[in-house]
């Protein structure tokens, strides 16, 4: 139902977990860990699967807070749930007890810690959010709470490899435009001639070390390729499916 990531787990006084689509009450296409608010799912399974998500946390129930997730470089300090979902990618907290959720079927779910402070955080960073900067948002965020970077542990979640994530000339373009050696994290594409494989979580590791996170670590997990444990929009869109169920990672201070 969930993968713990031991840089987190070695820190004191933190609840987290990056939840697979494991354990959860949801049907078809959704089963059956679907957190989605967003997706096509009965909102009742994903009520009750987000509770259960919260009770593996050992956190009330209604202490799961989620953005309404837009691909920016927007974050915010979060104090409590929210009634109405905000549009932004990244979140930071210091409020004990208050988990932060950030929802992916591919893009990369970043959960941030620094316990020394007391300050944790979490981003949804897709390739736009983190060419774009959601990372150094989010961190910045996670400052203004009293959090100092080299203090920090930052861990990437199950995230859509390079191996299956196939982009075009234009998408490549734009990175290398953004930066010359943004060029390190493509190669050329067997399959298709003019197309790349971009390695996203790598690109992300980069970009959390040059922003001075003292601790980064990467759990190494593909979400394309593993449909038992992980929901995945690539894979869903090949399989011309209707829609598709939503991971959530999520991170607290214990109460």
């Not at 990056?18 to 959860?24: I, K, L, P």
């Not at 390190?184 to 197309?195: I, K, L, Q, T």
């Not at 590791?205 to 929901?231: H, I, K, N, Q």
Request: some cysteine.
């Amino acid at each position: 139902m969930l993968i713990e990531a031991p840089a987190l787990g070695a820190l004191p006084g933190l609840r987290h977990a990056f939840f697979t689509r494991e354990g959860g009450v949801s049907e078809g296409l959704y089963a059956s860990l679907n957190g989605g608010l967003g997706s096509g799912d009965d909102p009742a399974r994903v009520a009750e699967n987000r509770r259960r998500m919260t009770a593996r946390l050992g956190l009330a129930p209604d202490a799961l807070a989620s953005l309404y997730q837009v691909h920016s470089a927007e974050a915010l300090v979060v104090e409590a749930p929210f009634a109405e979902r905000p549009k932004a990618d990244g979140m930071a907290t210091r409020v004990p007890g208050l988990a932060l959720g950030i929802l992916t079927a591919d893009c990369g779910p970043i959960l941030f810690a620094d316990p020394a402070n007391r300050v944790v955080g979490a981003a949804h960073a897709g390739w736009k959010g983190a060419l774009t900067g959601v990372i150094e948002a989010t961190l910045e965020a996670m400052e203004g709470l009293g959090a100092e970077r080299g203090r920090i542990t930052a861990v990437i979640g199950p995230t859509i490899g390079a191996a299956a994530y196939e982009v075009g000339p234009e998408f490549r373009q734009r990175f290398e435009e953004a930066a010359a050696d943004n060029a390190r994290y493509f190669a050329p594409s067997r399959e298709r001639p003019g197309h790349s494989l971009f390695d996203l979580p790598a690109y992300i590791v980069a970009r959390l070390e040059r922003a001075g996170v003292g601790t980064v670590a990467d759990l190494g997990l593909c979400t394309y390729s593993d449909p038992d444990r992980f929901f995945s929009y690539r894979r869903t869109t090949q399989r011309r499916e209707a829609d598709y169920g939503r991971l959530v990672a999520a991170i607290a201070l214990a109460p």
